[in-house]
């Protein structure tokens, strides 16, 4: 399910962010972790860590749906990960939190990291997970990665004729699962967002969304020559099967964080793409020790 809450915030003209808040209310005394969703995902790829009380007695969580995605929605059909990446830093500001670490998983590390370089003052550190700095180069496809540009593009062509009836595709569906979770979560895990991605991607105006979605993931710019300008401490983590950006392509990329006090590349076994869903122990000793280290 998406988010039940929202906050309005004036990028673009005007965005309704979908966020889910760990507690009532932010809690002064305590770090706070936000954590941006992978593709089509919403808030609920982190019920894990929402529900693990040794994480959220020691953390306020605010996560956080980028546009395209979940409850968000905006005034503009048109927005990049830019935008997502000041709609979340706007979202803190409203909910008074005034600096945070960062967590994203896959598109939510490329949102974090954007985060970390428009905001370096608000963003304490970042972690990144089963993902990738650069766009979708040739140069990291010869190096294990996905080519969603030919494999993707016939959606972007079926999802470009207005739709009123508009239900996003089972195969589609299959592949979120598939690429995502790679087998590591249960049928109900599965059937919960094959439910989800029904609901959030239906109707002309989820058309709009996914099709927009779709067009950041296929058209976004790569990073790599900005990294050396984050200065807070980076933990990535990565499956070693990762099904997407694979492990030669993270292990080049940690190296580029040049400016950053520490930055670590760690290989989970048996994560999944998704992996904060897949590994939530290994993501919540990440989270615990970055933050009893900087907070």
């Not at 962010?17 to 770090?31: F, M, N, V």
């Not at 040794?54 to 749906?65: G, H, Q, Y």
């Not at 991605?197 to 790599?224: F, H, P, Q, T």
């Not at 590349?265 to 122990?281: E, I, K, R």
Request: charged share 20%; with cysteine; hydrophobic share 40%.
């Amino acid at each position: 399910m998406a988010a039940t809450t929202t906050v309005n915030v004036p990028h673009l003209g005007g965005i309704s962010a979908g966020y889910r808040l760990s507690g009532d209310r932010i809690e002064p005394a305590k770090p706070t972790v936000v954590l941006i969703n992978s593709m089509c995902t919403t808030s609920s790829l982190y019920n894990t860590q929402f529900e693990s009380a040794s994480l959220t007695s020691a953390v306020n969580l605010l996560a956080i749906e980028p546009l395209g995605h979940g409850a968000t929605s905006s005034t503009t059909e048109h927005f990049t990960y830019w935008d997502s990446a000041v709609m979340a830093l706007q979202v803190m500001e409203a909910l008074g939190v005034k600096k945070a670490f960062a967590l994203g998983t896959s598109q939510g590390g490329w949102v974090v990291v954007r985060m970390a370089l428009l905001a370096p003052e608000k963003i304490q550190g970042l972690l990144p997970l089963g993902t990738s700095m650069d766009y979708e180069s040739s140069a990291s496809r010869e190096k294990g990665c996905w080519d969603p540009k030919t494999q993707l593009m016939p959606f972007y062509e079926k999802w470009s004729t207005p739709s009123p009836d508009f239900v996003v595709d089972e195969v589609w569906r299959g592949m979120v699962a598939q690429l995502g979770f790679s087998a590591a979560v249960s049928q109900e895990t599965l059937s919960f967002w094959d439910q989800t991605l029904k609901e959030v991607y239906s109707g002309e105006a989820g058309r709009k969304k996914l099709r927009m979605a779709l067009i950041n993931l296929m058209e976004r710019d790569g990073l790599l020559r900005r990294l050396q300008d984050v200065k807070c401490p980076v933990y990535w983590l990565q499956g070693p099967e990762d099904p997407v950006f694979g492990k030669t392509v993270p292990a080049e990329h940690i190296e580029m964080f040049t400016a950053s006090p520490e930055a670590t590349l760690t290989f989970v076994d048996g994560a999944g793409h998704y992996l904060n869903a897949t590994s939530p122990n290994e993501t919540e000793e990440a989270i615990l020790k970055m933050v009893r280290k900087y907070a």
